[in-house]
């Protein structure tokens, strides 16, 4: 999958778990929402920080040549990275990190943004599962699982289905998600500008 398609995975699968389990009821404050969605969104691409071509990459001055070493540390791509285990390195090192900016944004809380990120870094795997190269979830275990089994009808990382189909269906999906909780959205932004 594109960058652009993990983005949007991710705040889809954010804004799901939102409105249909923590509920926009709570006393969630603005800034915890704020820094969620940028964890968020920094989680649905950190997987592929083993690839030197992501736009994570792209966007540092000298990426290039830094993506290409990191590539090669990481076993290249859709390796360690792109597994449970790499779930579980990513998830101690942004708890870690998170620990450590807490005093410094002491309003803003740190366990729903952890999960932000969390939920970002699943729907990455959860995403590349479905496209021709699979994901090696369960590596050491040196197996690519994909849905479906039968890798040609596998999703093609940038083509036709991603780009018509997966990519609209799941900006339809977040329009749905705001239009019909758009009372609640409206009170979490009043509570905070009152
Ligand atoms: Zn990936």
């Known amino acids: 999958m594109t960058g652009r398609t993990h983005d949007v995975a991710a705040i889809t699968a954010l804004g799901a778990l939102f409105f249909f389990t923590i509920g926009p009821a709570t006393t ?15 989680g649905g691409i950190a997987p592929d920080i083993d690839q030197p071509t992501a736009p994570f990459w792209h966007n540092l001055p000298i990426g290039g040549p830094i993506g290409r070493i ?5 076993g290249g791509h859709r390796f360690i990275t792109h597994s ?26 740190m366990i729903l943004v952890w999960l932000a990120f969390m939920i970002g870094l699943l729907s990455h795997l959860i995403m590349d599962t479905f496209t021709k190269e699979g994901v090696p979830w369960l590596l050491p275990l040196p197996i690519k699982f994909g849905i479906p089994p039968l890798r040609r009808l596998r999703i093609t990382t940038g083509k036709f289905v991603e780009n018509i189909i997966i990519l609209p269906g799941l900006v339809a999906l977040n329009v749905l998600f705001y239009t019909t909780h758009y009372d609640a959205v409206l009170a979490i932004i009043h509570r905070h500008i009152q």
């Open 84 to 109: 449970l285990l790499g779930v579980v390195l990513f998830g101690l090192l942004a708890r870690l990190t998170l620990t450590v900016l807490q005093p410094l944004i002491p309003s803003v809380n």
């Open 70 to 74: 990191v590539d090669k540390l990481l």
């Open 28 to 42: 969630i404050t603005l800034s915890t929402i704020l820094v969620s969605i940028l964890a968020n969104q920094v």
